[in-house]
């Protein structure tokens, strides 16, 4: 299965504290993996292992392609003083798409609001312009991390739905705390 993440016996430890153990799974290309479990448990960390952004202490990640990860963080990690263009033009680069860019903005309701400087965003308004920052990008692989904090019940349905099908073919790993969001992307989950 080379389309997939292949995760084998991750191992994390800070101090005395292990907050991985013997990790193990596959995330397919067919599926999205949900990663769950209580607040401290681990799951950033893994995430933030599959990116290469921290070492494990053991185990092993291999990863489709090229290995090119498309990621939603925590924080929105969006810069203030740009409008919706100019965060989407400065993170994708040459990868830059203006009328791709365009759809998924109606799609999830910024388009009307993209001239604005994001400091005058919402939460949530922040939430869909990650997520749609990372779906523009090329990848091989997409991590999420509560990508849906801080939206209601019509444009967590909108993100998910336009996140199976922009990311359709590809292993998407996404942390979350709501069983919903795990049902609503028919997601295989991962408790830790």
């Excluded at 092993?60 to 990621?71: I, N, Q």
């Excluded at 967590?156 to 795990?182: K, M, S």
């Amino acid at each position: 299965m080379r389309d997939c993440v292949h995760v084998e016996h991750i191992w994390k430890s800070y101090g005395e504290r292990t907050v991985l153990r013997d990790v193990r799974f596959t995330a397919g290309a067919d599926r999205v993996t949900c990663v769950m479990a209580p607040s401290g448990a681990g799951k950033t960390t893994l995430l933030r292992i599959l990116l290469g952004l921290e070492p494990p202490d053991r185990g092993t990640v291999s990863l489709p392609g090229t290995g090119r990860w498309a990621a939603v963080f925590q924080e929105d990690r969006l810069l203030e003083h740009l409008d919706v263009w100019g965060n989407l033009r400065f993170a994708l680069g040459a990868d830059w798409d203006a009328s791709r860019a365009a759809a998924l903005l109606e799609e999830l309701g910024l388009a009307e609001t993209a001239g604005e400087p994001v400091r005058a965003f919402s939460g949530g308004m922040r939430r869909r312009l990650a997520l749609i920052r990372a779906l523009l990008a090329p990848f091989d692989a997409l991590a999420l991390d509560e990508p849906f904090t801080g939206l209601d019940g019509e444009n967590r349905e909108r993100c998910r739905a336009c996140l199976l099908r922009e990311a359709a073919g590809h292993p998407v790993v996404l942390v979350t705390h709501e069983e919903a969001d795990a049902a609503g992307l028919r997601g295989e989950i991962l408790r830790l």
